[in-house]
């Protein structure tokens, strides 16, 4: 197939471009070893390949594709680094970002205390609305977060701590992975009164749920986003404190729901004070019914 | 409540972080970042669409390819180095290969224009861009590519946009194997020089 007199110089060209058959990559693979003008023509023309994808019109894709993403990669291992080629760059950034990742992690998503739930009046209130008007619920949450989110986006630089010590290492994301394993995980994306979009998956089977933030901008000064579940009205409509959302700053942020998940229960989400309450005190700023699709 | 919650508005901060560049985020990433990895998504994820898009035509499978290499940028970013070339290149190169290699697997070649290349780039320039930025590279890639033989910039488009091996091209253009190999290396060199591509 491939001709004898092959001179694999005559090929960067085409690897640039990803012409090359799977021999002749080889035979170019091999030529460069030993050649670094070989290799620095190639990498060259790769940077210029670039140029030609930069004249491309992107297409922003669709936000429930950067969700997936990054539920995924929060239980994806990395790459072991290659020994050989070390980057000077590699060995600060890790230092840099440890410390702060961890003690961010920490506070990212404390357990909830537990909690048993109160009653009053308030909280039967509170319940009521959920369940029953959460549309207009979630109106009313608008307007006021509007009066606290409206000041600051982009705030800050903290960012998402990594939920894994290094590379190589399995996270222990918990029932994230379980959830999206389920055969009969849903999911269902909804905005958020403030900005971004909240996307609730699910598995009635795990009985389990997460909740993906993308966008959520980060909650205000002594205050932390809630979850919680509101059970059906059939089996009482009990709410149930599920977690907080420390940390939270307009990225990605996920968080597995504490406790589990009851058939038809919602999720939603609050603005609390730090620590969290034992039953919502703040209009709900999501509210996500798990009912089958 | 609400007096509850106005009474914090004057703690926000303003501070905008600086914009970190692809390579210093795919670094991060490489540490297990998941923030960094979440702004490098934004910053190239319609690149690698678009990109990905032009040669599969099929939205739901390019979206699924788009998924593909971004995964995989969080897997391999530990091998990533950032001496070889920058971080738009890797990640843009690894959609394309897999672009690229999907193209070849559902083949059904014959589905694919052979006048792909040119048309299609054309055709881009037509459209109105989003913005300034991407009409002045569209500009610029133009512009180069104009400097190329008409041989060269077929190969070149076909290679690229297409997704084209050597073997279909000579099979299309009706010349030998080496021919096409000579035109795309030197329609490239010709390319990063008039571009002042450095590496």
Redesign the interface.
């Known amino acids: 197939?491939?001709?004898r007199?092959d001179d694999p110089a005559?090929?960067?060209?085409?690897h640039?471009?990803?012409?090359?058959?799977d021999d002749?990559r080889a035979l170019l693979d091999s030529a460069l070893a030993t050649s670094p003008e070989l290799q620095?023509?190639t990498?060259?023309?790769?940077?210029?390949?670039?140029?030609?994808?930069?004249?491309?019109?992107?297409?922003?894709?669709?936000s429930s594709?950067?969700a997936?993403?990054?539920a995924?990669?929060?239980s994806?291992?990395?790459?072991?680094?290659?020994a050989s080629?070390s980057?000077p760059?590699?060995t600060t950034?890790?230092v840099a970002?440890?410390p702060v990742?961890d003690a961010g992690q920490e506070a990212r998503f404390a357990p909830a205390t537990d909690l048993t739930s109160a009653g009053g009046a308030a909280s039967e209130k509170a319940r009521r609305r959920w369940f029953q008007r959460p549309a207009a619920a979630l109106s009313a949450a608008a307007a006021?977060a509007v009066?606290?989110l409206g000041?600051?986006l982009?705030?800050?630089?903290s960012?998402?701590?990594?939920?894994?010590?290094?590379?190589?290492?399995t996270q222990a994301s918990g029932g994230l992975d379980r959830i999206y394993a389920a055969s009969d995980f849903q999911r269902s994306t909804a905005k958020v009164a403030g900005g971004g979009t909240a996307t609730v998956v699910w598995s009635n089977e795990v009985g389990k749920s997460a909740v993906i933030l993308d966008g959520v901008p980060a909650a205000?000064?002594?205050?932390t986003y809630e979850l919680w579940y509101i059970g059906s009205e059939g089996t009482g409509g009990k709410i149930n404190a599920a977690g907080l959302m420390d940390g939270v700053s307009s990225?990605?942020h996920s968080a597995v729901l504490n406790g589990s998940l009851s058939h038809g229960a919602t999720i939603g989400m609050t603005?609390e004070?730090a620590g969290g309450s034992d039953q919502p005190?703040?209009?709900p700023i999501m509210a996500v019914p798990t009912t089958s699709a | 409540?609400?007096a509850?919650?106005?009474s914090?508005?004057e703690?926000?901060?303003?501070?905008?972080?600086?914009q970190a560049s692809p390579d210093?985020l795919l670094?991060?990433v490489?540490?297990?970042?998941?923030?960094?990895?979440?702004?490098l998504?934004d910053v190239l994820?319609?690149?690698v669409?678009?990109?990905v898009?032009?040669l599969l035509r099929d939205r739901a499978q390019s979206?699924e390819v788009?998924?593909e290499v971004?995964?995989e940028v969080?897997?391999?970013?530990?091998?990533y180095?950032?001496?070889?070339?920058?971080a738009?290149?890797w990640i843009?190169?690894m959609?394309?290969?897999r672009a690229?290699d999907r193209v070849r697997a559902s083949q059904s070649s014959h589905d694919r224009d052979t006048k792909i290349g040119i048309r299609d780039?054309e055709a881009?320039f037509d459209?109105v861009?989003?913005s300034v930025e991407?009409r002045i590279?569209?500009e610029?890639?133009?512009r180069?590519l104009a400097k190329l033989t008409e041989f060269q910039r077929q190969a070149?488009q076909l290679?690229?946009?297409g997704?084209?091996?050597?073997?279909e091209?000579a099979d299309h253009l009706g010349v030998p194997?080496?021919t096409?190999?000579?035109r795309?290396?030197?329609?490239?060199?010709r390319?990063?020089d008039e571009?002042g591509?450095?590496?």
């Open positions: 197939m491939t001709e007199h005559l090929l960067t060209g085409s640039a471009l990803d012409a090359l058959s002749e620095a023509e990498d060259s023309l790769r940077e210029t390949a670039l140029q030609l994808a930069y004249a491309v019109t992107p297409i922003e894709p669709p594709l950067k997936s993403l990054m995924q990669i929060a994806t291992p990395q790459a072991a680094p290659v080629r980057e760059a590699a950034a890790p970002d440890a990742g006021v009066v606290f000041v600051g982009g705030v800050g630089t960012f998402t701590p990594s939920n894994e010590p290094g590379p190589g290492t205000p000064e002594g205050k990225g990605v603005v004070p005190t703040t209009t | 409540m609400l509850i919650v106005d914090d508005t703690s926000w901060s303003s501070t905008e972080p600086a210093d670094t991060r490489a540490s297990g970042d998941q923030a960094a990895f979440s702004d998504y994820s319609g690149r669409l678009g990109l898009t032009r979206e788009t998924q971004f995964l969080w897997q391999q970013a530990t091998r180095d950032r001496k070889r070339g920058t738009a290149s843009l190169t959609a394309h290969r690229v780039f881009g459209q861009s989003e991407i590279e569209h610029r890639v133009s180069a070149v290679a690229y946009y997704g084209y091996s050597h073997s091209m194997i080496g096409v190999k000579t795309l290396r030197d329609g490239m060199i390319l990063r571009m591509v450095t590496s």
